[in-house]
């Protein structure tokens, strides 16, 4: 099992958790997935949720009211359940999105999205004490 | 399997790679003698690719600053012949696994698009030869194939017209809209499209994926603010030409050059420069950039007025970033 998915396996710990999945922004592709699938094609899933963040960033004048301001998540909610969207701003080469889908009756909104965030943290964060620049 | 190993032969890349796949074969596919690429299977899955129009994995981690360039030259030399690069940045901290498994697969799949839709060409398999990163994921041979066709059926979608794909392209003096909205990426594309670089030559100057750059290419191209600025003057041509068959035979001959060959981010470079930096001086550091602080006319003849407007342009933008 990748770290990839070690990732996605925790966000699916989370209460309501229905589906899972970790997005480049940019191509729409689905880099790892866990759980179910909205509509049941994974493809389809993470080329939409890309879609719609960059339709968010580039065109809504609100993702960027302030200068160095930026998208953090983007939630839709339906009938029946709750999608989180979490940038992962990545160093190299653009941005991801982790993506979750909770089930309503079950999913805690708030703490979905505290939780979110810190794995996606953890996903791109280096941790503070590793050394930089300094190999062999 | 055994007869497509030594002999170089004439074959589409994809239907050979699905061969190799089929019958688990570990080993690295050279297309076009690898100046269009190498593939590399470990028990019939995908481990690495390389293309000259895809920034590798070490391009992409130095020219955005990730790793300091020094730090990922000695992770190479000390890893590469134990084939364990990426296992060495991960375990001397450089990197945590899980960014390396997000490079590496990006540059996979960025990689792949280029080198599974060249026509049929001369393609060589080397059994048992393993790429010196290492084992870092995995990815399965259709699962490639499929997200190759989608990304060149997006493009098509955006804007169908392929020819600003390798082309120079080049701002349009005026825009044919009052007012227009830019992505960050977008904006750092139109800045850097000098009427010489192509979207590959873009992608390496930036650190950006090849695809993601061809699609803000066409995107740009769509909305009529970018155009292909035709058969560049002979300088410029010979670079754009040249260049990437050159950088693709070292890419494959010597790992010491990071994964898309010679290294991006060479001289006097700071551990501590930021991806902003790298950026501004990208244009003067690039030998593929002759004539980095020549004048901006160098466009198509009948364009001269319009080019020389334009470099005025680009300076104002430059100095106000």
């Known amino acids: 099992m990748s770290d990839i998915d070690d990732h996605l396996a925790r966000t699916m710990d989370l209460p309501g958790a229905v589906g899972a999945s970790l997005v480049d922004c940019a191509t729409g592709l689905a880099l790892g997935s866990a759980g179910a699938v909205p509509g049941g094609d994974g493809e389809a899933a993470a080329a939409g949720a890309a879609e719609v963040l960059y339709v968010a960033s580039g065109r809504a004048p609100f993702a960027s009211a302030r200068p160095n301001d930026a998208i953090e998540d983007l939630i839709i909610t339906t009938a029946s359940g709750y999608h989180l969207l979490r940038t992962v701003p990545v160093a190299f080469g653009g941005q991801l999105a982790l993506c979750l889908w909770l089930d309503r009756p079950d999913g805690n909104l708030a703490m979905a999205r505290r939780r979110l965030a810190e794995i996606a943290d953890d996903l791109v964060r280096p941790r503070p004490d590793a050394p930089v620049g300094s190999a062999a | 399997m055994s007869e497509t190993g030594r002999q170089p032969e004439i074959a589409q890349p994809s239907r050979l790679l699905s061969q190799l796949a089929d019958a688990g074969e570990t080993g690295t596919l050279y297309v076009d003698g690898g100046s269009s690429g190498t593939v590399h299977l470990i028990d019939g899955r995908v481990s690495c690719v390389e293309s000259p129009a895809a920034p590798g994995v070490g391009a992409l981690l130095t020219t955005s600053g990730r790793l300091a360039e020094h730090t990922w030259q000695a992770a190479v030399q000390t890893g590469a012949a134990g084939h364990r690069v ?175 060959g010679p290294d991006p981010v060479a001289e006097g470079e700071s551990p501590t420069r930021t991806r902003a930096a790298t950026r501004r001086e990208g244009g003067h550091r690039r030998q593929r950039d002759p004539q980095p602080s020549g004048p901006n006319g160098a466009g198509p003849v009948d364009a001269v007025p319009d080019d020389a407007l334009l470099g005025r342009l680009r300076a104002a933008l430059k100095a106000l970033r």
Do not use: K
């Open chain 2, 86 to 260: 990426g296992r060495l940045l991960v375990e001397q901290g450089h990197l945590m696994q899980s960014e390396l498994e997000l490079c590496v697969l990006g540059a996979i799949y960025d990689a792949a698009f280029f080198v599974l839709t060249t026509a049929a060409t001369s393609v060589r398999f080397a059994p048992g030869e393993l790429h010196w990163l290492g084992r870092v994921v995995e990815v399965e041979v259709g699962a490639l194939e499929r997200e190759t066709s989608r990304r060149g059926r997006r493009l098509d979608e955006i804007f169908p017209e392929s020819s600003v794909d390798h082309a120079p392209v080049t701002p349009v003096p005026t825009p044919p809209v009052q007012r227009v909205v830019l992505t960050a990426a977008q904006w750092e594309l139109v800045v850097h499209a000098d009427g010489r670089r192509t979207a590959a030559d873009l992608s390496r100057l930036l650190g950006r994926p090849g695809y993601a750059t061809l699609q803000e290419v066409r995107r740009l191209s769509a909305a009529g603010l970018l155009r292909n600025a035709g058969p560049p003057s002979s300088g410029g041509d010979r670079g754009a030409v040249d260049a990437p068959p050159d950088e693709g035979a070292s890419a494959v001959a010597d790992p010491d050059h990071g994964v898309t």
